[in-house]
């Protein structure tokens, strides 16, 4: 496209008017916008009736915006309800950018840049060189996914990597959840000892208690300490 000035006006033709036969020195602007990918060429045409027409070749390389990923899924297993588990990693970068990368996920999963803070369910990496003519970019970058979740059971979800007119890269993350497990002590009455005559203060000691023990987790070990004591009444 050209134009007659550097920032609007440009098109695929223009007229120069002639006084007197001649037109005065002028600048012409060119900028390049493709719409494939690869490279173009072509001439910009001078031409006028009655002259030889004067060709101004002219070259241009079509590109995308790119977003670049390391990973395609993550598999989280058996994290407690309330808690976080370990982090997993991915590195993602960008060229050709027309505008930031976005990175998003669910509540209960959550990224950062940082391996201990600033988790979320999104963030943003600014790109540089944003407005160029070959676009912004975002260097290499480790972004750090944990499994926060919220209640028990499997959660499905993507972490995606978005920014203009790039195709979407995204992550599938699969995460389950577990209920801590309970404890429930059932003493059985069953005694040693026998009652005084009048019926009152007998020492009894147990002889048999059951321990319940809920929402455990398979290869997983668990110290159960039993304490005992004397009653009376």
């Not at 009655?50 to 060709?55: D, E, H, L």
């Not at 309330?82 to 505008?99: K, W």
């Amino acid at each position: 496209e050209i134009s007659l000035t550097p920032g609007s006006g440009f098109t695929d033709s223009i007229g120069l008017t002639q006084s007197g036969g001649i037109v005065s020195t002028t600048t012409i602007y060119a900028r390049f916008t493709p719409v494939a990918l690869g490279s173009l060429s072509g001439n910009i045409s001078h031409s006028s009736a009655g002259a030889t027409t004067v060709n101004q070749p002219v070259t241009g390389t079509g590109v995308e915006p790119v977003i670049n990923i390391n990973a395609s899924s993550f598999t989280f297993n058996n994290i407690l309800v309330g808690s976080n588990s370990s982090n997993q990693t991915y590195i993602v970068s960008g060229s050709n950018l027309l505008s930031d990368i976005t990175i998003s996920t669910t509540p209960d999963f959550q990224i950062s840049t940082n391996a201990v803070s600033g988790f979320g369910s999104s963030i943003i990496l600014n790109a540089t060189g944003l407005g160029n003519p070959g676009g912004g970019s975002v260097s290499n970058t480790i972004i750090y996914v944990r499994f926060s979740p919220l209640a028990p059971g499997t959660q499905n979800a993507t972490v995606d990597n978005v920014s203009n007119n790039a195709v979407t890269q995204s992550i599938s993350i699969t995460g389950t959840a577990v209920l801590p497990p309970t404890f429930t002590e059932l003493v059985v009455p069953k005694y040693m000892g026998s009652k005084s005559s009048s019926g009152t203060n007998n020492c009894r000691t147990p002889i048999a208690i059951c321990i319940q023990l809920e929402t455990l987790q398979p290869f997983t070990s668990y110290d159960v300490k039993l304490g005992f004591g004397l009653t009376s009444d």
